[in-house]
């Protein structure tokens, strides 16, 4: 399973419009052979260098397996148009949050899991809560790094 952005490549930097320095909006993903058995997916999108440990930018869940991307500018809104359901991130808000760190370079994860099941879960569930509704179901996980660094 392969994850990628047209916006950027692996561990690149991240283009400021998809940051708080530019229109905050999410980044254009794409993913391709998925494993067999797949019924769902799922992202999570983080950062660990942030300094109150991991920052959460980004969770989507019920991804239906047929999709290949996410388009740039993914709707904050509880359910999507295909049915895949957004978490809440850091900021306690549905849907993406973009880069913003308060200083150096900054490491941003995108993880990519896919699932032998639909998630019996509600929008606005917590990191934590996916990760744990999700033990025991991965089929296989992709990843994609990018980084920023605000400019002073």
Known sequence: MKLSSPAFSHQELIPSRYTCDGMDVSPP?????????????????DDPDAPAGI????????????????AENCPKIPQLSDGSLQGR?????????????????????????ALDKML?????????????????????QAELIGRYQRAR
């Open 29 to 45: 993903l794409e993913w391709r052979d998925l494993p067999l058995g797949a019924q769902s997916l799922a992202l999570i999108m």
């Open 120 to 140: 019996k879960l509600d929008a606005g569930i917590t990191k934590d809560e996916l990760l744990k509704a999700m033990e025991g179901c991965v089929l296989e």
């Open 89 to 113: 991130n850091s900021w306690r808000q549905i849907g993406y949050g973009g880069p913003c760190p308060p200083s150096g370079t900054h490491r941003y994860f995108f993880k990519l899991y």
């Open 55 to 70: 920052w959460v930018h980004w969770i989507i869940f019920n991804i239906p397996p047929e999709a290949s991307s996410i």
